[in-house]
């Protein structure tokens, strides 16, 4: 699987607007571009997934620039409870042969008020 | 409702004494998969398992074994359990075609003395 790169931490203020990148110089032609969000001592939840272009759920949106080498995490108007770690991972997720995704130290968001 | 449930949540026990983690869907997911989480390492996989009978290492297998006779269940294993095995452990599931969009549990807690 294609290797992530994503910044260790980051911080903001309630309300704000919060992008977080992840780099994936390597992505594959079948790969998916997938975020999680974790809380401590819980276990990952998967937030948002794309392959291209924007995808917008409830909670983020996911923006892929046209060679898909970097990804953009946007958490709308953060709050307090947003505090948590993100991870990126890069992978095809669909076939039958094997999985074995990379989750990496993801990054840390603090959300002050 | 749509869960994977764990047992235990949590775990003391000590060096080279045999235990066995539980993990279940009910979901009808194909994939499952064991993860460890470690301060300053993130989550790593241990093993995963595309189907029923189906079993293949991940990251760090060493030390675990896992065996999935029922599509529902996919246990791990600690034949001798050692210190270093100690750590936050987290079983997670994804139906076929979108194995990307995993499932977690909510962590068993193992401290091995």
């Known amino acids: 699987l294609a290797k992530t790169t994503q910044p260790i931490s980051m911080d903001s203020y309630e309300g704000q607007e919060v992008n977080i990148t992840c780099s994936h110089n390597n992505i594959a032609t079948n790969d998916y571009i997938t975020w999680y969000q974790q809380f401590p001592s819980q276990g990952p939840r998967f937030i948002i997934q794309?392959?291209?272009t924007k995808v917008t759920n409830e909670v983020a949106s996911l923006f892929i620039p046209a060679d898909r080498k970097s990804s953009t995490l946007s958490l709308p108007r953060v709050s307090l409870s947003d505090t948590a770690v993100y991870y990126c991972?890069?992978?095809?997720?669909?076939?039958?042969?094997?999985?074995?995704?990379?989750f990496g130290r993801g990054t840390s968001l603090i959300v002050h008020p | 409702e749509a869960q994977v449930t764990q047992n235990p949540r949590y775990l003391i026990t000590v060096t080279g004494k045999k235990l066995t983690v539980t993990c279940s869907q009910n979901m009808n997911h194909e994939y499952m998969s064991w993860y460890r989480q470690d301060p300053g390492l993130g989550l790593r996989q241990i093993y995963y398992?595309?189907?029923?009978?189906?079993?293949d290492k991940g990251d760090v297998p060493e030390g675990y074994k896992v065996s999935r006779k029922e599509k529902r269940n996919f246990p791990l294993i600690l034949e001798s359990p050692s210190p270093n095995q100690t750590s936050l452990y987290f079983c997670?599931?994804?139906?076929?075609?979108?194995?990307?969009?995993?499932?977690f549990g909510p962590g068993t807690r193992l401290t091995v003395l």
């Open positions: 991972l890069v992978g095809e997720g669909a076939s039958g042969g094997s999985y074995i995704p990379t």
């Open positions: 997670a599931s994804s139906p076929k075609g979108s194995y990307n969009e995993q499932f």
């Open positions: 398992s595309m189907n029923v009978e189906v079993t």
């Open positions: 794309g392959y291209k």
